[in-house]
């Protein structure tokens, strides 16, 4: 893993700014991105990672984007939980802020 660039960083909080204040933090290696003190997003490696469930997941999977995942000694590990956000979604702002209040609502889901 090589980490997030400080211009991708900028980009997306630059991107998700309407959705409201988003605080971020370390996390394994990246950067979680939480409203509410709800983590709905990760950056890792210059990626964007939403938070899905299974009402969610297929509309991501449809676009050709994969879970989260890494590698351990005994094989590949899948983060379903987490899907990387399709790139072209950075150039459909409406479209990326409502995938990622879609997240935020699913995270909320999840978290009760």
Not at 17 to 33: A, C, D, Q, Y
Not at 50 to 58: G, M
Request: aromatic residues 12%; contains cysteine; glycine residues 8%.
């Amino acid at each position: 893993m090589t980490g997030n660039t400080k211009a991708y960083v900028e980009q997306v909080l630059e991107l998700l700014e309407p959705v409201g204040r988003i605080t971020s933090g370390k996390f394994f290696g990246g950067m979680s991105l939480k409203r509410e003190s709800i983590q709905f997003a990760m950056l890792m490696d210059n990626s964007l990672f939403f938070v899905v469930d299974a009402s969610t997941r297929d509309k991501y999977i449809e676009m050709g984007a994969e879970c989260f995942w890494y590698n351990k000694k005994n094989g590949k590990v899948n983060v379903k939980k987490y899907h990387e956000v399709p790139g072209e979604l950075f150039d459909e702002p409406d479209t990326l802020l409502a995938w990622a209040k879609e997240s935020i609502a699913t995270a909320k889901k999840l978290k009760k």
